[in-house]
């Protein structure tokens, strides 16, 4: 999944400057309404203030994604703000300083799935320092957006890439054996990689 299939440029916002999480939470859930995906702001924004009671949303490395799971939102979306002076935000050992800020909304139909995916895709893309760093150092939305992956087109196996009929069918026995056994182990691991993330927040 790519981030820029769940954003778009009037959700994000450059050197954003905010007094506390509150602010930029309220900053955020309004960009969200204003795209249209909101069916009741506040309810939505009760949604995301709850959860940031049950536990912290700030996740190490600069990082905050509160989010919120509600009937109010329409579609799977995220705002973010890229903030110039950082920001106390609630984190595991107390409050720890974030420049990056990611508000989820998620119907609770997709809490499960799409809410997983964002959060992975997050998560793996912003360990990456260089990833970082660029976002930060992004002077427009546009160039944002190109970071987030606009504009690519997925990458689809060309006809001489597929496997043919044949080749399927001379499979080695031992090949087959292994693959039926470790693409489960492989998935199960990251599931429990998924489940793990989902308890963490």
Not at 58 to 82: D, M, N, Q, R, W
Request: hydrophobic share 45%; aromatic share 6%; net charge negative.
């Amino acid at each position: 999944m790519k981030l820029a299939q769940l954003t778009s440029e009037n959700l994000i916002m450059l050197d954003a400057v905010f007094t506390d999480r509150f602010e930029a939470i309220n900053a955020l859930t309004d960009r969200i309404d204003q795209a249209g995906k909101l069916t009741n702001r506040q309810q939505f924004l009760d949604a995301v203030l709850l959860r940031e009671e049950e536990g912290p949303t700030a996740l190490g490395e600069y990082l905050a994604v509160p989010h919120g799971k509600s009937i109010a939102v329409t579609e799977p979306v995220f705002a973010c703000a890229f903030v110039k002076d950082e920001l106390q935000w609630q984190g595991l050992d107390g409050d720890e300083p974030v420049n990056m800020i990611f508000l989820l909304a998620i119907p609770p139909a997709e809490a499960g799935s799409t809410h997983m995916q964002v959060l992975t895709t997050l998560t793996s893309s912003l360990v990456e320092d260089e990833f970082r760093e660029a976002l930060l150092q992004a002077k427009t939305t546009e160039e944002v957006m190109a970071l987030f992956g606009a504009g690519e087109e997925e990458l689809q196996p060309t006809e001489a890439e597929q496997p043919s009929e044949q080749q399927e069918f001379t499979q080695p026995e031992m090949a087959r054996d292994i693959s039926a056994k470790a693409y489960p182990l492989v998935l199960g691991v990251g599931l429990a990689v998924s489940v793990l993330l989902f308890l963490m927040l």
